[in-house]
């Protein structure tokens, strides 16, 4: 594959905190790479250096070897809040459209129209400012993909998402033919998109081919590897330093290379390999947790005549642990505050049922929003135990260090700390992945399995609810919520299946109205009301077209699974079944809904 991309000397300090320094490497068309690295070393800096937001120190050089157009997602979208969805595309689109010719920008403006329905932006008069911050995200890469750009840059393009819209993502993203380098935390959507991974690890960067898992692995033997090379230039230190200590006539005739040569292995011997992370040992077991933890009967909670919980029933157990999964906006946070009690006493909507608390319950929440510091204190003002902070990668000089210094991860990283170090005996995390990088999370992980006390997940990462909870609570809308039993992956599997099950009935349904209709005999089931001849003539073209759709979505799902290879087509063939699907499920409902008045 032709070279897209060098980089070469490139820099980043802030202060005298060095990110990375004299670093190169090159994207060739095609790659699909994740750059991994811990909290605080650069990963943002080096995407906005490469996608002309920020420059380097060093100089250095950045070659883009051919007229390629590039989307840059960042983490924080800045928009006008006063625009409608539709209007904001528009606007930051504007450097992409403002040249095509009226069948070009025809096809671009059905791209976004596809995409907001995709992401179920369908309501495009929408305010920027009423979303949530996961439509916003939505909006965000929806104008990234409608330019079908040839190279992307990513900066956790998950954070913020329902699980729907990451599947959809990662489906178009691992069948597009394109070019990308992403920094993500998620690492089920890492295995699905990414053919390279990168890691910016100690200054320097180092390149795997293959997922997430083969990283672990090479990783590992680049370390194994380099730490027993460190071995053997100290046994040959050894021996050199006994030539050193031998008397000076005895040296007298030696040549001075070796003299040189021994400082420079004595410089090599203290090399180990060390990787600095987060240790959670220290934290301490939870706080002694009494037989009642939190018990509802019949809650439920209304706000603007639409129902976030209806008659919810249920008695939180010792040591649960639960996951909390639905879209945005369903009554997420809202269910998560009710629970702890943190509703403003002049909410306007209108609760009932009771919540009773267990008097030993020492709780302890880890917001979405984070934590509001003051980005004027230091990092040891903000918390005062250097023990602690050393074992979660604040070492000695950074103590001093502002807040405001920090960057996302490690302020997510101190915000952790803050809570963990309470000793709570029921835990509440909204969303603790987010901006946390991968190792931090593998090890958030195995303290939360070994947790002493009840933990409640609100997440999208799926490979995090698999790994911890013992069931979910499916926020379905309208207040509905729906306890399944088993990990997040079992419930994907499950909802699949049965939306499998569902159009399987649908289509025998159909096959027996087409009967009924041929047949006199059942004309006594049928409504009263007859239709019209243009709704017979309507209904009839819907038969048509649904087995046409119907076939030609079974061809693309063999094309898509089997061996094409051609990236061309199959990014055509994605791009056509997420097209198809949205279309076979609208005349569908159309179907039945004109077959129950025939």
Known sequence: MPSYLQIENISKSYGPKVLFE?????????????????????????????????????????????????????????????????????????????????????????????????????DGSRKMKDLSGGEVKRVAIVVMLASEADFYIMDEPTNHLDVDAIEYLENYLSHARCTLLMVTHDRYFLDGVANIVMELDHGAVYIYKGGYQNYLEKRQERIDNYNANTDKVRNLLRRELEWMHASPCARSGKAKYRKNAFYELQERAGQVYRTSQVDLGEIGPATRLGTKIIDCKDVSFKYGGVYYLKNFTYNFQRYEKVGIVGGNGVGKTTFINLLLGNMDPDDPGEFSGTIERGESLRIACYRQSGMEFDEGQTVLETVNDTRLLGRFMFPHDMLNNKVATLSGGEKRRLYLLTVLMQQPNLLVMDEPTNDLDIVTINILEEYLKEFKGTLILVSHDRHFLDRLVDHLFVFCGDGLVKDFIGSYSQYRDYIKDYNASLKSASRE????????????????????????????????????????????????????????????????????????????EEKENRWLELSLLD
Not at 59 to 68: E, H, S, T
Not at 521 to 547: F, P, V
Not at 548 to 571: C, F, Q, V, Y
């Open 509 to 584: 349904d159909r096959r027996i109205a087409r009967d009924n209709r041929k047949d006199p005999a059942n004309a006594s089931q049928r409504n009263t009301r007859k239709l019209s001849y243009k709704e017979s003539r309507e209904l009839e073209q819907l038969d048509k077209d649904i087995d046409s759709l119907t076939k030609e979505k079974s061809e693309l799902e063999s094309m898509l699974s089997g061996g094409m290879t051609d990236p061309a087509g199959l990014e055509k063939a994605s791009i056509r079944y997420s097209e198809v699907s949205a279309l076979l």
């Open 22 to 122: 004299h670093i190169g490497f090159n994207v060739n068309e095609g790659d699909k790479i994740a750059l991994i690295a811990p909290n605080g070393t650069g990963k943002t800096s080096l995407l906005r250096i490469l996608a002309g937001k920020d420059s380097s120190d060093s100089g250095g050089r950045i070659l883009f070897l051919k007229d390629i157009r590039i989307a840059f997602l960042e983490q924080e979208y800045s928009y006008d809040p006063d625009a409608t969805i539709t209007g904001q595309i528009a606007a930051v689109s504007l450097k992409w459209t403002e040249h095509l010719d009226p069948e070009h920008k025809a096809a671009y403006d059905l791209k976004v129209r596809q995409l907001l329905t995709a992401f179920r932006l369908e």
